[in-house]
């Protein structure tokens, strides 16, 4: 039986087809994912924000808690350290050990967030995904003037960008907002 002349042609795409095709795609593949990455580390960056906000929400509840306030247990001592902290650089959140996990506060604020930002041996990191530096990466740090009692958040080695060209913050209250090497809630 004789194929016809349209019965040839209909056997496939030929190799040079698909080489074409698949180099096509690689270049688009190429063009577009520097662009996905970008927003990947930016959605990132607003969930670890988000974390932030959420810790921040949480403490500033317990501050104003009345059995919190109540309580003989060091909570008003940790607070303190935490709205009038006057040792230079910032401080870690999770520095706290012992009898200070087991206060009012601590207790407040572990029942509104499921976890305690303060426990050194809690690993606060997991709740973090835009830091590339493990350990030590959330800290606290309060107000450095006298017209507002308030503390901010932050998230070091990780920066507002999502580039991953964050550092170690040293600075102050006042400046954190012209960094962004850093995340951070107010």
């Known amino acids: 039986m004789k194929m016809t002349r349209m019965e040839k042609r209909n056997k496939g795409f030929s190799l040079v087809e698909l080489i074409v095709v698949i180099a096509i795609m690689a270049i688009l593949v190429g063009i577009a994912s520097p662009r996905l990455i970008k927003h990947i580390e930016k959605g990132k960056v607003s969930k670890d924000t988000q974390t932030l906000d959420r810790i921040h929400t949480a403490i500033t509840l317990a501050m104003m808690d009345p059995e919190v306030m109540a309580a003989d247990d060091g909570s008003q001592q940790m607070i303190e350290d935490i709205l009038n902290y006057t040792g230079g650089a910032p401080h870690r959140l999770d520095h706290y050990t012992g009898s200070w996990l087991n206060c009012a506060f601590c207790k407040a604020v572990e029942e509104s967030l499921g976890y305690n930002p303060f426990d050194m041996y809690a690993n606060v990191d997991e709740h973090f995904i835009s830091s590339p530096a493990p350990g030590h990466t959330l ?22 960008e999502g580039t ?18 850093v995340i951070f809630v107010k």
């Open 139 to 160: 800290g606290i740090m309060s107000v450095q003037n006298d017209s507002l009692d308030g503390f901010a958040l932050y998230l070091q080695w990780s920066d507002r």
């Open 164 to 181: 991953k060209n964050g550092s170690f913050y040293a600075g102050d209250y006042n400046d954190i907002e012209d960094t962004s090497s």
